[in-house]
């Protein structure tokens, strides 16, 4: 299931590299938030839901294909961080670090507090904070190590997940109640909006897709956006299952932290059914954990020169400390990190993208064009989803 950090693929996945790149980008992406979207979706209404969703996925789409053209425009290699640095300066290398760090620690945040309810709705026994600390060790051991994910581990746990929600339709189907899914809420239009756009987000990942696709990088568009297609897919059927079953009146019932989607589940449906979702989700978590981890690490390590044992600390100790003294909850979280953070990040790499293609050093394997107008449609956009999320929280 894990392999050392720099070990070539054997078999299948070393012929079909770029499975592995596809299955790193979506192993990224879906994480903690796909659990947090059926309830903000619920508030809205799904059809709202499904507009933010689409909306939101394909906005992502263009990003990640226009930071996989920063990435190939770039002889170096370097993190999201070093690349803005190259191009926009010190400024802009700052403000994306920020970003990052906002963005990668609220993820960890939120998987550390996933990871308990999920397992503590397994078990149906002892405290949530215990089955974190727990989780929590096992991955600093795994990461101190040098060890990560495999991209066949991600790749499976991604089909696992879609046959466990497929078959949540099928053996529930007597339990949607499709009002559920035709309510909506005006007021409540944009409440999925932070949610969305954090479990959206993977583009940290791009650059680690370079390194796996190595000598084959003319398919690297191809798996941005197979990559990027796939969560929207999945966050669609797995929110249209469970809003259909749990609906806004059940899960308002719920405590904040329950408010999970295969937590919220295995209360409302079939027992069984509800400890595979939850089986898949904490995998799935931990696999997202371990990648965004190594992504933080190699940026400290790469961009800043930080000696290993020092990256991993700062990586690990602020999620620890937040989940510790309970100081949000899973939802509250991947909503304003998603919407500050991923919206501050977007910004800042359309700008880059614009600045890579005049001050490139290599020859890209595909090119998007200048987006002129679509990339600043996307910059209104983010930005005004920061205001929004931030005019809220006050």
Known sequence: MFKKKGEPEKGFLA???????????????????????????????????????????????????????????????????????????????????????????????????????????????????????????????????????AGNVELFLIVMLLIIIIGIGI????????????????????????????????????????????????????????????????????????????????????QPNQKIATVALSIYSSPILGVLANIIAVLSMFTSFLTLSIALIETYEYDYAFPHSTAVLLTFSIPLLITLFSLSTFIAIIALTGAVAGGLQAVLLIFTFWKARLGGDRVPEYALGEYRIIGSFLILLFSLGVALELATLI
């Open 15 to 149: 012929r079909h590299k770029i499975l592995i790149a596809i299955a790193t980008l979506v192993g990224t992406i879906v994480g903690a938030g796909i659990l947090a979207i059926p309830y903000v979706v619920a508030q809205s209404g799904f059809l709202f839901g499904f507009i933010i969703t689409v909306g939101l996925g394909l906005a992502f789409l263009v990003l990640n294909l226009m930071t996989g053209e920063i990435v190939l425009r770039t002889k170096k290699q370097y993190q999201l961080t070093g690349y803005t640095g190259k191009y926009l300066g010190s400024w802009g290398k700052r403000l994306m670090m920020f970003s990052m760090l906002f963005s990668i620690y609220g993820a960890l945040t939120a998987y550390l507090i996933g990871e308990g309810e999920t397992l503590k709705a397994i078990f149906r026994w002892g405290n949530p904070l215990w089955y974190s600390l727990i989780f929590f060790i096992i991955a600093f051991l795994i990461i101190y190590k040098g060890v990560k994910a």
């Open 171 to 254: 053996f529930s189907y007597q339990d949607i109640n499709f009002s559920n899914l035709t309510s909506y809420n005006w007021l409540k239009f944009f409440a999925p909006y932070g949610v969305v756009l954090f479990a959206l987000a993977g583009i940290a990942a791009v650059p680690e897709m370079q390194e796996v696709l190595e000598n084959e990088k003319e398919k690297m568009k191809k798996a941005i956006i197979i990559g990027s297609v796939i969560p929207i897919i999945l966050y669609v059927l797995f929110t249209l299952v469970v809003v259909g079953i749990i609906g806004l009146e059940n899960f308002e019932v719920l």
